[in-house]
C-alpha cells in the first residue's frame, strides 16, 4: 500500500465528510472532562465536534535522542471528523482513537492521487471498502456500529483524514467513494480480503507466497503489463562499500569498522564479505538495515532521486564492483492482489472499475453488501500531548460545551485537559 505523509494545514480548511451521529458516543466507553473535577484523575477524554465540523489536531511526541545526521521528531498534523478519543496508556502517553461514519472514513483514506482516472479511483474505493470490512470481521446489519478498530497505517490501509491543507482535487476521490457506496468483493458470502500494494516486477503472487496464510482462489498470480508508468516500476541504486558498512554495523548486521569488498545475492540470501569474513542474511534482514539507516545517516544521499525508499523490493538483482554494490530491480509492495498503479494503466485503457477488480481478484466483481453506520480508528498512540481546535462553534468535551479555542491536553501522571471554555 502507498505511503502518504501529512503536511501543514491551516484551521480553515473545509470539511466537507459529515461527522458522525451522536450514537457515536454509544459506542466508545464514558466520556470525561479535565481533571479539574473531583474524584480519580480521569484517563479517558471525549471531544464530539461540531455538526458538520471537523477538529484540527497538532500532536507532540516524546523527545528521543538519536544518532541520526538530520534528527527529526516525529508530529502529528492532521484534521479528523468524528468524534475524538484521547486515553492515557500505562506509560503515561497518550493515545487517539477517532470514531466517524463508515463512509467518512473511506475518504480520508489516501492511498492513491485523487487526480488518477476514475474508474482506478472506483476500484482502489471498492478495495478499501472490502478490506476494511473483511479485516474487522463485520458481520453487522446496515448502519450498526463496526465495534473492531482498525488502524491508519499501512499495516492496515492508510487513512490521514480531511487533506491538510485542503486539497480540492480530493473532491473526485470523494466521489469514487459516493459512487461505489455499499459495493463489496465477496467471497463465499463473505467481504473477500482485498489487499492491494503499489507496483509489481511483471505479475502479482498468491497470498500463500507472499503472507504464507492458506491459499485463496481469489488471490492467484497474475501478469502486469499495465504499471509501466510507476517511478518504481524499474529502479537501480548504488550502495557505496563504505556507506553500507555503516548502515549494517547500525543495524548489528556487521563489525564496525571493518569494510566491505564484496556483496553477493543468491536466491533470498545476502553474503556481505571483507576483511577476510563473511555474513550472510536474509535479503529482508539486508533491505530493512540500508532502507531504515541510510537516511538516518546519510539523509542527503539515501533514498536516491525519485525513490520511495533506497531498495523498494526484493525483486532485484546485484551486481557488485570494485567499492560498491549496485542494486536493479522492479516494484514496490508486498506483491499479491491489486497492483495499484496497474489500476491506473487499466483504466487509462478504458477498462472499467469492475473489469479491473476481476482480474486482480480471480472474477469477482462488486455485490451490495450491508455498511456499518460507525467504525473506531486508532490515529495515533505514544504521543506527549494534543493540541485541539474545532472547526466551528458547537463542539463538546465530555458532553460540556467545548467554545472556539484551542484546547491541550496532556499525558503523565495523570491526564490533563486546559483552555476548554
Known amino acids: 500500500m502507498a505511503v502518504l505523509c501529512l503536511q501543514a494545514c491551516t484551521s480553515t ?54 544518532v541520526c545526521a538530520r534528527p527529526d521528531r516525529p508530529r502529528l498534523l492532521a484534521r479528523y471528523p468524528g468524534t475524538l478519543e484521547v486515553q492515557r496508556a500505562d506509560d503515561g502517553t497518550l493515545e487517539l482513537t477517532v470514531t466517524l461514519a463508515f463512509e467518512a472514513y473511506l475518504q480520508g483514506i489516501a492511498e492513491v492521487p485523487p487526480s488518477w482516472p476514475r474508474e482506478a479511483l472506483k476500484a482502489q474505493a471498492i478495495a478499501a471498502r472490502s478490506y476494511a470490512l473483511a479485516t474487522t470481521d463485520w458481520d453487522g446489519e446496515e448502519g450498526e456500529p463496526l465495534r473492531t478498530p482498525i488502524c491508519a497505517t499501512t499495516a492496515c490501509q492508510v487513512y490521514r483524514g480531511i487533506p491538510v ?3 480540492p482535487s480530493v473532491h473526485r476521490w470523494y466521489a469514487a467513494v459516493r459512487r461505489t457506496s455499499g459495493e463489496v468483493l465477496l467471497f463465499d458470502g463473505r467481504p473477500a480480503d482485498t489487499v492491494y500494494f503499489s507496483t509489481s516486477n511483471g505479475q502479482t503472487y498468491g497470498n500463500d507466497v507472499v503472507f504464507g496464510s492458506p491459499p485463496l482462489p481469489y488471490l492467484r498470480p497474475v501478469v502486469e503489463r499495465d504499471d509501466g508508468a510507476s517511478s518504481v516500476s524499474h529502479w537501480s541504486v548504488r550502495l557505496s562499500f563504505d556507506d553500507l558498512r555503516r548502515f549494517l554495523a547500525a543495524a548489528g548486521e556487521w ?18 564479505s571483507g576483511e577476510g569474513r563473511s555474513r550472510s542474511m536474509d535479503q529482508g534482514t539486508f533491505r530493512d538495515a540500508v532502507n531504515v539507516w541510510g537516511p538516518c545517516l546519510k539523509p542527503g544521499r539515501y533514498p536516491p532521486g525519485s525513490l520511495p525508499v533506497t531498495v523498494p523490493s526484493r525483486w532485484m538483482t546485484m551486481s557488485s564492483g570494485p567499492d560498491a ?33 476481476a482480474y486482480y ?26 493540541r485541539v481546535t474545532p472547526s466551528a462553534p458547537g463542539a463538546r468535551l465530555g458532553g460540556e460545551p467545548l467554545g472556539t479555542g484551542v484546547v491541550t491536553i496532556s499525558g503523565g501522571d495523570e491526564l490533563t485537559v486546559t483552555g476548554a471554555t
Not at 451522536?22 to 473535577?37: D, F, N, R
Open 13 to 66: 480548511s473545509p470539511s466537507p465528510s459529515p461527522s458522525p451521529p451522536t450514537s457515536a458516543e454509544e459506542t466508545t466507553p464514558a466520556a470525561t472532562g479535565s481533571t479539574g473535577s473531583t474524584g480519580e484523575a480521569p484517563d479517558v477524554a471525549r471531544l464530539r465536534p461540531p455538526a458538520g465540523g471537523s477538529f484540527l489536531i497538532r500532536g507532540r511526541y516524546p523527545f528521543a535522542p538519536s
Open 165 to 167: 491543507p485542503f486539497e
Open 255 to 272: 563489525p564496525a569498522g571493518r569494510s566491505i569488498s564484496r556483496v553477493q545475492l543468491d536466491g533470498s540470501t545476502v553474503t556481505v
Open 325 to 357: 554494490v549496485v542494486a536493479t530491480g522492479r516494484g514496490w509492495g508486498h506483491g499479491a492482489g491489486m497492483v495499484q498503479w496497474g489500476a491506473y494503466g487499466k483504466a487509462r485503457r478504458g477498462l472499467s472499475a469492475s473489469d479491473i477488480l
Open 361 to 386: 481478484y480471480g472474477g469477482l466483481r462488486p455485490q451490495p453488501f450491508p455498511e456499518p453506520g460507525l467504525i473506531h480508528v486508532q490515529v495515533a498512540s505514544g504521543l506527549d500531548s494534543l
